[in-house]
């Protein structure tokens, strides 16, 4: 117990006192005094003190942490800041995103490295796939835009949708870095290298 804490040494006290009182009135007996006897009135307050006691320190040993030894848990507000939260990527696109994939449907997420002169491979998506490039260019060669190319830099957000054939390059000299979310049909593969599979 702390030697601050006087909670139960105080009760433990007085309470000692209250049990001598009766029988000593504070006055320790001489050895040659003749023995009286005790009367019925002053055997029933000693139990009755005795009780007391007992109760009391009972208390004290199951109800204060200080006595037992054993810390109380703060309460969930005390030591709630909020979740730990990190930043992976952000990338910002112009134009607008509708996503739309038929379900059930699996989200998964990669961060995929190309190093200089290497090469997605071409390949279609059956979903939708959503990405940053963190580092470097990535050159995306596909159909879809007017001069069959566009590069996308660092801090650009790519969207690939389904269907379409394309491919992604690193025509640069440091690698290229891309934080991926893919959106697809569970079961199905992230990416189709059987274009015949592909829509267009």
């Given at each position: 117990?702390?030697?601050?804490?006087?909670?139960?040494?105080?009760?433990?006290?007085?309470?000692?006192?209250?049990?001598r009182?009766?029988?000593?009135?504070?006055?320790t007996?001489?050895?040659?005094?003749?023995p009286?006897?005790?009367?019925?009135?002053?055997?029933?307050?000693?139990?009755?003190?005795?009780?007391?006691?007992?109760?009391?320190?009972?208390?004290?040993?199951?109800?204060?942490?200080?006595?037992?030894?054993?810390?109380?848990?703060?309460?969930?507000?005390?030591?709630?800041?909020g979740?730990?939260?990190?930043?992976?990527?952000?990338?910002?696109?112009?134009?607008s995103v509708?996503?739309?994939?038929?379900?059930?449907?699996a989200?998964?997420?990669?961060?995929?490295?190309?190093?200089?002169?290497?090469s997605?491979?071409?390949?279609?998506?059956?979903?939708?796939?959503?990405?940053?490039?963190?580092?470097g260019?990535?050159?995306?060669?596909?159909?879809?835009?007017?001069?069959?190319?566009?590069?996308?830099?660092?801090?650009?957000?790519?969207?690939?949708?389904?269907?379409?054939?394309h491919?992604?390059r690193?025509?640069g000299?440091?690698?290229?870095?891309?934080?991926v979310?893919?959106?697809?049909?569970?079961?199905?593969?992230?990416?189709?290298?059987?274009?015949?599979?592909?829509?267009?």
């Amino acid at each position: 117990m702390p030697a601050g804490d006087r909670s139960c040494l105080g009760t433990q006290a007085t309470s000692e006192s209250a049990v001598r009182s009766p029988l000593m009135n504070g006055h320790t007996p001489s050895p040659s005094a003749t023995p009286t006897k005790t009367p019925t009135r002053t055997v029933i307050a000693l139990i009755a003190v005795s009780v007391a006691v007992a109760t009391g320190l009972s208390a004290c040993a199951a109800g204060s942490p200080e006595a037992t030894g054993i810390a109380s848990p703060p309460s969930p507000s005390a030591s709630a800041t909020g979740p730990d939260v990190v930043d992976l990527a952000h990338g910002v696109r112009g134009d607008s995103v509708e996503i739309r994939v038929d379900g059930p449907l699996a989200v998964d997420q990669r961060v995929i490295t190309l190093h200089p002169g290497q090469s997605t491979g071409v390949h279609c998506h059956y979903g939708r796939l959503l990405g940053v490039v963190e580092q470097g260019e990535l050159t995306h060669y596909a159909d879809i835009y007017p001069d069959g190319v566009h590069v996308y830099r660092t801090g650009d957000a790519i969207d690939e949708g389904s269907g379409y054939v394309h491919e992604g390059r690193n025509e640069g000299d440091v690698d290229t870095v891309l934080s991926v979310t893919y959106v697809t049909p569970e079961g199905a593969p992230l990416a189709e290298t059987d274009l015949e599979k592909c829509d267009a």
